[in-house]
């Protein structure tokens, strides 16, 4: 079992940043894939970016729309992920989850992931 727990979610002018912390329970974690995923009001939870296990080579994968501007990193020894988003815009405004899947290479599909956490809500004004 795994509980994730985010943190740094805010308000924030847009052209901002803010960095999302996730920190995991357990001994296991470098074994899992992390993902950050968010959720606007009235649309579904949408991927944000992923960063494979530490087998996998800690590889990164990131959304279209938040390439260039989000950065996602891990810290096993404390095991935790990290998402530093840049120059916000205000269609990021989102509650957002960070989720671990075992053994994963960091997959956009929300269904693959085994663990969720409960969320940081982030709003950008304009």
């Known amino acids: 079992q795994v509980q994730l727990v985010e943190s740094g979610g805010g308000l924030v002018q847009a052209g901002g940043s803010l960095r999302l912390s996730c920190a995991a329970s357990g001994r296991t974690f470098s074994n899992y894939a992390m993902g950050w995923f968010r959720q606007a009001p009235g649309k579904e939870r949408e991927f944000v970016a992923a960063i494979s296990w530490s087998g996998g080579g800690g590889r990164t994968y990131y959304a279209d729309s938040v390439k260039g501007r989000f950065t996602i990193s891990r810290d096993n020894a404390k095991n935790t992920v990290y998402l530093q988003m840049n120059n916000l815009k205000p269609e990021d405004t989102a509650v957002y989850y960070c989720?671990?899947?075992?053994?994963?290479?960091?997959?956009?599909?929300?269904?693959?992931?085994?663990?969720w956490g409960q969320g940081t809500q982030v709003t950008v004004s304009s």
């Open positions: 989720a671990a899947e075992w053994s994963g290479g960091g997959s956009r599909s929300p269904r693959s992931y085994d663990y």
